[in-house]
C-alpha cells in the first residue's frame, strides 16, 4: 500500500502524513525531509543549482519513497513531473487543501524558495490546483480543523479505499 500526500507548500502536508502513517501503522517519508538529508537546505539547492537541478533530485527521491511505500508526503511542486504524475495511478493520492489566510501564520518568515510570502503562494496555488485536482482520489481542507481529526478521517478513507479492494 502507497498513500501520497500532495498539495500546495504548508498545506500540513508532514505534520499530518506523520499521524495519519501512525495510525495506519506504516512507514512515513516525506520527501522534502530526505533531499535536505542527503543534499543539504532545500534554499541552498536552489541558489547554488537552480530549480530544474532541485527537481532531479526530487525526481529521484520520489522514486525511492514510492518504491519503499506506506505514506509518503510530496514537496508541493513533486507533482509537476510527469513521470510521477504517471507513478501515482498505482497509489491513494489525498490531497491537502488550505486557504490563503491560513497560510498566512504557516509561512511565517518563510525561506521557501518559490513561496516566500502568501502572494507568491497564492500564484503558485492558482497555477497548480487543477493539477492537483486531477491527481487525487480524497482532498481535505486543513485550514481550521485540528491535525490529529484531518489524520483520523484520512486514515478512515484509507481504510475505505482497502477495504474495497479486498472485496
Given at each position: 500500500?502507497?498513500?501520497?500526500?500532495?498539495?500546495?507548500?504548508?498545506?500540513?502536508?508532514?505534520?499530518?502524513?506523520?499521524?495519519?502513517?501512525?495510525l495506519?501503522?506504516?512507514?512515513?517519508?516525506?520527501?522534502?525531509?530526505?533531499?535536505?538529508?542527503?543534499h543539504?537546505?532545500?534554499?541552498?539547492?536552489?541558489?547554488?543549482?537552480?530549480?530544474?537541478?532541485?527537481?532531479?533530485?526530487?525526481?529521484?527521491?520520489?522514486?525511492?519513497?514510492?518504491?519503499?511505500g506506506?505514506?509518503?508526503?510530496?514537496?508541493?511542486?513533486?507533482?509537476?513531473?510527469?513521470?510521477?504524475?504517471?507513478?501515482?495511478?498505482?497509489?491513494?493520492?489525498?490531497?491537502?487543501?488550505?486557504?490563503?489566510?491560513?497560510?498566512?501564520?504557516?509561512?511565517?518568515?518563510?525561506?521557501?524558495?518559490?513561496?516566500?510570502?502568501?502572494?507568491?503562494?497564492?500564484?503558485?496555488?492558482d497555477?497548480?490546483?487543477d493539477?492537483?485536482?486531477?491527481l487525487?482520489d480524497?482532498?481535505?481542507?486543513?485550514?481550521?480543523?485540528?491535525?490529529?481529526?484531518?489524520?483520523?478521517?484520512?486514515?478512515?478513507?484509507?481504510?475505505?479505499?482497502?477495504?474495497?479492494?479486498?472485496?
Open positions: 500500500m502507497t498513500v501520497v500526500i500532495i498539495g500546495p507548500p504548508a498545506a500540513g502536508k508532514t505534520r499530518i502524513g506523520r499521524r495519519v502513517a501512525k495506519l501503522g506504516q512507514s512515513f517519508t516525506d520527501t522534502d525531509k530526505q533531499i535536505v538529508a542527503l543539504g537546505a532545500i534554499p541552498e539547492i536552489f541558489e547554488t543549482h537552480g530549480e530544474p537541478y532541485f527537481r532531479q533530485l526530487e525526481r529521484a527521491e520520489v522514486v525511492h519513497a514510492l518504491s519503499a506506506g505514506v509518503v508526503s510530496f514537496g508541493g511542486g513533486a507533482v509537476l513531473n510527469v513521470a510521477t504524475q504517471f507513478d501515482l495511478e498505482t497509489c491513494l493520492v489525498v490531497l491537502f487543501t488550505v486557504t490563503s489566510d491560513a497560510v498566512k501564520a504557516r509561512l511565517g518568515n518563510s525561506k521557501r524558495p518559490l513561496v516566500p510570502d502568501v502572494e507568491a503562494w497564492q500564484r503558485v496555488v497555477a497548480r490546483r493539477l492537483y485536482a486531477d487525487a480524497f482532498t481535505i481542507d486543513t485550514s481550521h480543523r485540528k491535525a490529529d481529526d484531518i489524520a483520523e478521517e484520512v486514515a478512515a478513507w484509507v481504510r475505505a479505499q482497502l477495504t474495497k479492494e479486498n472485496v
